[in-house]
């Protein structure tokens, strides 16, 4: 295997969750139904999607052990005040990792999202 395509994260209410995405984080809405709402981020550089569950999840935490990187174009420092702004907790500082600076929000089910400055 050479390269990860796609991903989708099973939520507990994709309603909510699009808002999430959509309002709060600022992605784009590719393609929308009933089951999946798949997002381009960064001009459609990278998609994935969120989804109704594909099997029942009542009572589990889905969030754990799952995180998805994006690398943004902006100053992380100035996208992580923005953020907060809308209303966005972040899970910690801006650290910087082997791949550059970057910061880390939770969405609705505990999924980590990481945002990467580019270099």
Known sequence: MKQLTFASLQVKNLEASKIFYTEKLGFEIQDVNPQVCVFKYNEGEASFAIR???????????????????????????LKEQLILTGIQ????????PFGRAFHVLDLDGYKLTFLESK
């Open 52 to 78: 109704t569950p594909l099997e029942p999840i009542e009572d589990r935490e889905l969030g754990i052990g799952v995180a998805l990187r994006f690398a943004v174009d902006q100053n992380i420092d100035e």
């Open 90 to 97: 972040t899970a910690g500082p801006v650290i910087v990792t």
